[in-house]
């Protein structure tokens, strides 16, 4: 709906004031007092509540230190009903709802709704899940929740609540859910963030949140309280920066490798996909927040800190699991000398494992040369090789070839599917008569060994992973989403590194690709045992194989 800001409107004292299917409410209650949520629910479904019904009582101009705009619609002697608007942005803090017993909540929107699970001094989130409008879901004294709207979109929500004896309060003395300072707050009102003293009745302890649940608590709060200091509420500014210190401190990495350590198996892979995808999406909420808060101190290109995390993350890893040893073999087993050939880098990343090349392997370093796509990437490499941006399919080498060409970590599946034989033959191309290709690829079935999580050497820098297969025309592809946590300057600087797609050929097709465009003998090899890999293959035990081709004398 468009955005509208309405005058202040006074409850319905009378039922007959009250739309048809708000009435048709306010007659089963008046009828019934001891409900289950899953009655009142349906009382709700039944009533065909249209969000225009509850318009009046919208309330979207509502102050930035509200977390949302919440207005009583009709109050019974052991009910009341509300609206509740939400603007872009708007989020209630976690809470219950007081003496309510029973109730039911109506969505007119993408509302986001969160699940709380309180037990044995922890608050942990079951689930995050996204309403779809008209969407209607029933409420208990146990429910422990959140509601917010992380879309553009401004929409409203309908709020019964009762209980079986007359109160004056239905929803009074509601838990509010501190987590920054592991506290409850009492409150008869609003359950919002940031709420003065003057609105709190009594502070008592609370729960010790895991990792993303204080994680997104911390996330919405310091937006609320951007909201506020940009309208100049008096201490918000000090409440956002302290919260922004807090939420961004390097003392909770030890809670977040607990965490890890619990839900991670000794592969790397999770072992609670509940879990995995919670924590996943709360880390990108606040990577998207850190973003906000550091634009214009960072490089816009998200890839840019990643090329900075990319050694300790991936390139020296995997130089020393198994990239180091497939060039010393190919070193051992082919008539060619590495301090007497010019090397040519497809997709040199950072430069690592051709520093690895100069310094262990006599690769003369004037004789070396790396191209990538990616600026950041050669902004690192250019500290330890001779590199420039380019692309394999359209890179002009003035006519110059070299004796070997080597692509590492796989750069071929990360192209253009439907040219990556084009890529080979250019490839080819570059390579002088007699010369070799040496590069490492991936199988199909790669996701079964691909890893969910990994750490740094020293665990300062960890990255999730969340693959899957995309089947695409036919093709087969590996999308990875990732997310980047950084503890290594001190504090948590987050990146969210998207989402990547691998074409993942048959090994067979590979093959032939190298042997069309070669023209001489190509062998491949397991990347980890070294051990040859057949022609009828279509795997082998490490998910990764390298390819040695000659080029046609």
């Known amino acids: 709906m468009l955005k509208t800001i309405s005058s202040p409107v006074t409850p319905a004292k009378e039922k007959d004031s009250l739309p048809a299917s708000l009435r048709y409410i306010v007659d089963k209650l008046e009828g019934h007092r001891a409900l289950k949520p899953a009655e009142m629910r349906r009382i709700v479904i039944d009533a065909g509540v249209r969000q225009q019904d509850i318009?009046?009582?919208?309330?979207?101009?509502?102050?930035?230190?509200?977390?949302?705009?919440?207005?009583l619609i009709y109050a019974g002697p052991n009910f009341e009903i509300m609206g509740m608007s939400w603007a872009p942005g708007d989020f209630s803090a976690i809470h219950d709802h007081g003496y309510t017993q029973w109730g039911?909540?109506?969505?007119?929107?993408?509302?986001?709704?969160?699940?709380?699970?309180?037990?044995?001094?922890?608050?942990?989130?079951?689930?995050?899940?996204r309403f779809k409008a008209g969407d209607v879901v029933g409420v208990s004294h146990s429910l422990v929740h959140q509601m917010g709207n992380p879309t553009d979109e401004y929409f409203m929500t309908l709020h019964v609540y009762g209980r079986p004896s007359d109160i004056g309060n239905v929803t009074g003395d509601a838990r509010?859910?501190?987590?920054?300072?592991?506290?409850?707050?009492?409150?008869?009102g609003g359950v919002f963030y940031a709420l003065p003293e003057s609105e709190?009745?009594?502070v008592e302890e609370g729960p010790r949140p895991d990792f993303p649940t204080r994680l997104r608590h911390m996330v919405e709060l310091a937006r609320r309280l951007k909201r506020m200091a940009q309208a100049n509420v008096p201490g918000s500014e000090a409440q956002l920066q302290a919260a922004l210190e807090d939420l961004f401190?390097?003392?909770?990495?030890?809670?977040?490798?607990?965490?890890?350590?619990?839900?991670?198996?000794?592969?790397g892979h999770e072992a609670n996909s509940v879990y995995w995808r919670i924590l996943r999406e709360e880390l990108k909420e606040a990577a998207k927040l850190q973003l906000e808060m550091q634009k214009g101190k960072r490089p816009e290109d998200r890839f840019h800190h990643y090329a900075e995390l990319y050694d300790a993350l991936i390139c020296q890893p995997c130089l020393d699991d198994f990239m180091a040893g497939y060039l010393r073999f190919f070193r051992d087993q082919y008539p060619i000398s590495f301090p007497d050939s010019s090397v040519l880098s497809v997709g040199c990343g950072t430069g690592l494992a051709e520093q690895f090349m100069i310094d262990e392997l006599g690769a003369p370093y004037d004789k070396l040369f790396g191209i990538d796509i990616s600026e950041a990437m050669i902004a690192e490499a250019g500290r330890r090789i001779r590199a420039e941006v380019a692309d394999i399919l359209s890179y002009d080498s003035g006519g110059q070839q070299w004796d070997i060409i080597f692509s590492g970590l796989n750069v071929f599946h990360y192209l253009d599917f439907e040219r990556l034989e084009e890529a080979i033959q250019r490839t080819a191309s570059l390579a002088r008569a007699g010369g070799y290709f040496i590069g490492d690829f991936i199988t199909p079935d790669h996701i079964r060994w691909y890893p969910n999580l990994l750490y740094s050497a020293n665990k300062e820098v960890i990255s999730l992973r969340s693959p899957r297969l995309v089947e695409d025309k036919g093709r087969i592809f590996q999308e990875s989403e990732i997310v980047n946590i950084d503890f290594s300057e001190g504090r948590m600087e987050l990146n969210y590194a998207g989402k990547h797609l691998r074409f993942l050929p048959p090994l067979h097709r590979i093959r032939a690709y190298f042997e069309r465009h070669f023209g001489g003998p190509v062998s491949l090899y397991d990347a980890k045992s070294l051990e040859p890999i057949p022609d009828w293959a279509d795997s082998c035990k490490s998910t990764r194989y390298i390819v040695v081709a000659q080029k046609k004398g």
């Open 176 to 188: 509010v859910y501190d987590l920054q300072h592991e506290k409850i707050w009492r409150v008869d």
């Open 200 to 202: 709190v009745k009594w």
């Open 55 to 71: 318009e009046p009582w919208s309330d979207f101009g509502h102050p930035p230190a509200d977390s949302y705009g919440r207005r």
């Open 104 to 129: 039911a909540v109506q969505v007119f929107g993408p509302a986001e709704h969160a699940v709380f699970r309180v037990d044995e001094g922890r608050i942990t989130t079951l689930s995050r899940s």
């Open 249 to 267: 401190s390097a003392r909770h990495r030890a809670q977040l490798l607990r965490c890890l350590d619990i839900n991670v198996d000794e592969n």
